[in-house]
């Protein structure tokens, strides 16, 4: 006759067997990020101009531009000491060239961490760009825009913060305790190269549109230091991403104006599309140097991706956004409401985001050159 298990037997039992499953979710989740990971993206795409599309580098009516964006996401699920925490600096600045053409460079820091293992990476980027005028008056004006974009990106993900079998003890686990010897904190480094394409035409001083296209890791580079035919390894490729994207302004009245705009990715197997509106309101419809006030709802849409049960399309989030625009400063403030199947986990709570760009103006005498972002 079998004897039952004690206190402390029941207790150990349970401590591996969750170390176990939580040390196979680990792992998984590792190297799904790795081999099949995804860029960065925020919900205000619009107000981080240089890592949607390095065409838009030094597009601004102002001389130069300090861009600051940070996204917080899934922390009701992991706590936000784990949450996926993503933030973003850059700077760019526009310089005449000839009669009407403009060129312009920037450089862009981002990092994004997520998780209680820290999975995380960080990017250093150069861009530039060249505006080349092809049709207009001083009050209107169609341009076309090249650029191209060159950076040098980290990896890496601390398995040292997992808890391992060895410190599972029967008074439940100790981090204290070595962890097997043979875990390893990995760390990769590699380069990237993409460039982009932009079209923008102003109407006049009130109404404006844009598109733009943008082709990044041309070079798909290696996201660890596997060799091919390595047993037990896969080498992990960041798959090259096509993005498409538009918008524009549109007058409605002396002082508000309608603010459509779409951004959609192609990458690898994964497609995101978000897409929607704001009203903006105030007397900076037509100037930067004066206020306005904005109110948006976008939705964001993706595919089902590896979903044994279901394929197709489904609305991943709804976003509410906001934004404040004050002379020469610009403040942002996005929710994104869950509304994927994931609601049951976190009652619908997603991410929230924050964004600031602030311009730096001089005497410019050449007439309206670009749409303000």
């Known amino acids: 006759m079998e004897q039952p298990l004690s206190k402390k037997g029941v207790l150990l039992a349970s401590y591996i067997v969750a170390g176990m499953k939580r040390l196979k979710m680990l792992i998984w989740v590792f190297f799904a990020l790795n081999a099949g990971a995804q860029d960065i993206h925020f919900s205000q795409f619009y107000m ?3 890592n949607l599309n390095p065409a838009m580098t030094g597009v601004m009516n102002c001389k130069m531009r300090f861009v600051a964006n940070y996204r917080n996401q899934w922390a009701p699920i992991l706590g936000f000491a784990n949450s996926f925490n993503t933030y973003n600096l850059s700077f760019d600045q526009k310089v005449p060239v000839g009669r009407y053409d403009y060129f ?7 990092g994004d961490k997520a998780g209680s293992l820290d999975f995380s990476t960080l990017q250093f980027k150069l861009s530039a760009s060249y505006s080349k005028r092809m049709s207009g008056t001083r009050t209107s004006s169609n341009y076309l825009v090249f650029g191209a974009e060159a950076g040098l990106n980290q990896r890496g993900v601390k398995f040292h913060n997992a808890i391992w079998g060895n410190q599972i003890t029967s008074n439940g686990p100790d981090p204290n305790l070595p962890p097997d010897p043979a875990i390893f904190d990995p760390s990769f480094l590699f380069a990237d190269v993409s460039v982009g394409l932009l079209w923008f035409s102003v109407l ?7 598109v733009g296209g943008a082709l990044s890791h ?12 390595t047993p037990g390894y896969i080498p992990a490729p960041l798959h090259s991403k096509l993005t498409v994207h538009g918008g524009g302004v ?14 959609t990715f192609f990458q690898g197997p994964s497609f995101q599309l978000n897409a ?15 206020s306005s006030f904005q109110m948006g709802v976008w939705t964001r849409l993706a595919n089902k991706y590896k979903d044994p049960g279901s394929t197709g399309i ?3 989030a709804l976003i509410l956004s906001t934004r404040f625009d004050y002379q020469k400063y610009g403040f942002g403030l ?4 869950n509304t994927s199947s994931l609601r049951q986990a976190n009652a619908g709570n997603n991410s929230f985001e924050l964004s600031f760009i602030y311009n730096i103006c001089g005497p410019e005498r050449r007439g309206i050159y670009c749409p303000n972002f």
Request: proline share 5%; net charge positive.
């Open 276 to 290: 929607g509106t704001s009203f903006r309101f105030g007397s900076g419809v037509s100037r930067t140097n004066e």
């Open 218 to 229: 041309l070079n798909e580079p290696l996201q660890n230091n596997v060799q091919s035919g």
């Open 104 to 110: 312009g460079f920037g450089g862009t820091f981002w």
């Open 48 to 50: 981080s101009p240089t």
């Open 334 to 337: 996005s929710y994104d409401i």
């Open 314 to 316: 489904h609305m991943d």
């Open 250 to 263: 549109f007058r409605l009245n002396r002082r508000s104006a309608i603010i459509p705009g779409f951004v």
């Open 204 to 210: 006049d001083k009130y109404n404006n549109f844009y």
